[in-house]
């Protein structure tokens, strides 16, 4: 079965400053997709980032940017210019393709601090 | 707007009540999902639907009943409420298998 690892309960960071988030996964499979969401204390699970494993390209999203690593099966998670808008639950998730299921670690709380 | 919404945002209820939780998404996506998201914040998928389909049925108890009366609604029924069913329900929906999935607001249920 497909798991999921955030091995940092909580990181915090300074405002403007960069913080990245580890995640690892383990799978056998060669096409799958990977994801970061974000939960606010509203409870909101929005999308931050989403990567497909054939792609080499990292993907980003204006100051969110993967470090994807597919020989390692680690996909991190950078935070540019961190902003106080930015703390919540960041949740790290797979998916195999073909399967509808995502599968989630257990979550990072970032705190920004002013 | 174009959303992923669930009715209701709270629902406060006793052991052994039946509720419902309706999910509804005006994006067109085919496929609709059901997550409980336990006190340790954890998320785990329950149920999904494609096309009106059943295609996922994780290790739920059977008190919990997906209905899916077209592709863009997907309602929650659970009966018998049981202190442990008390966490944050969230629908989603995405358009294929790989896609992003979107989620709505979240349903906090509490059970007493």
């Known amino acids: 079965a497909q798991t999921v690892t955030q091995s940092q309960p909580e990181m915090s960071v300074q405002e403007a400053e960069t913080v990245t988030l580890s995640c690892t996964y383990d799978t056998s499979e060669s096409d799958y997709y990977l994801f970061w969401y974000k939960q606010p204390p509203s409870r909101q699970m929005i999308l931050v980032i989403r990567?497909?494993?054939?792609?080499?390209q990292n993907a980003t999203e204006n100051r969110f940017s993967v470090n994807f690593q597919k020989a390692a099966k680690s996909f991190s998670l950078k935070i540019s210019d961190s902003q106080l808008g930015d703390a919540a639950m960041y949740f790290c998730?797979?998916?195999?393709?073909?399967?509808?299921?995502?599968?989630f670690g257990k979550g990072t709380k970032l705190t920004v601090n002013p | 707007d174009t959303a992923v919404s669930q009715t209701p945002k709270y629902l406060v209820t006793q052991m052994g009540n039946d509720k419902s939780i309706k999910c509804e998404q005006n994006l067109g996506h085919d496929t609709m999902y059901w997550y409980k998201q336990d006190s340790k914040k954890f998320l785990k998928i329950m149920f999904s639907?494609?096309?009106?389909?059943?295609?996922i049925n994780e290790t739920v108890p059977n008190r919990f009943s997906p209905k899916s009366p077209d592709k863009a609604h997907l309602n929650l029924h659970i009966n018998s409420l049981e202190l442990g069913d008390s966490a944050v329900y969230f629908c989603?929906?995405?358009?294929?298998?790989?896609?992003?999935?979107?989620f709505g607001p979240g349903t906090r249920l509490t059970v007493t």
């Open positions: 989603a929906s995405s358009h294929l298998a790989g896609g992003a999935q979107y």
């Open positions: 990567q497909e494993a054939y792609k080499q």
């Open positions: 998730a797979y998916t195999q393709g073909g399967s509808e299921k995502l599968v």
């Open positions: 639907y494609n096309n009106k389909e059943l295609i």
